[in-house]
């Protein structure tokens, strides 16, 4: 299975990036051949990229109750030049974090979760299966939490 990871976040040592990070380990020590986007560092995700992909996992924080702007125009971006390009995905991931509760997401309307599963998911291949992870009130996560929640990252690989 190609696996495509998309990573937000403009800091290279981020905790962010340390969730790409353990997800790309956990695929190369299954064998899975991916490659890793790192969109606010330099990368840029076109169509091209999602061709013959069969598992989308993004990693992004939420930002005032958003997603990353850089992320939110790449999903623009690739939608509006090619809305096939995740016709190949049978299954999407995604692993945000949060420095609200999940009551205070939720009272948002989950706009992370719904932009995945309500207007992504649909553009992807027959009964592609969604997956969601989240780590709430990051900013009070203790260390022993935030490495739970990297090992359930890691887990997306797999």
């Known amino acids: 299975m190609q696996t495509l990871v998309v990573q937000a976040h403009p800091v290279r040592d981020s905790y962010n990036a340390a969730i790409g990070k353990a997800v790309g380990d956990s695929l190369a020590a299954a064998n899975r051949g991916y490659r890793l986007l790192r969109l606010g560092q330099g990368d840029a995700w076109m169509p091209v990229d999602l061709a013959g992909v ?45 420095g609200g509760s999940r009551l205070i997401n939720l009272m948002q309307g989950e706009p992370g979760r719904r932009l995945w599963q309500r207007h992504v998911l649909p553009l992807c291949g027959p009964g592609a299966r ?16 935030r ?3 990297l090992t359930r990252a890691a887990g997306l690989g797999r």
């Open 54 to 98: 069969h598992h989308l996992i993004v990693v992004h924080p939420t930002w005032w109750g958003s997603l990353p702007a850089v992320l939110l125009s790449h999903v623009q971006a690739v939608v509006a030049a090619d809305e096939s390009a995740f016709r190949d995905v049978t299954r999407l991931s995604a692993a945000a974090t949060h």
């Open 130 to 145: 969604f997956d969601w992870i989240a780590l709430y009130r990051i900013d009070q996560a203790t260390s022993p939490q």
């Open 147 to 149: 490495r739970a929640f």
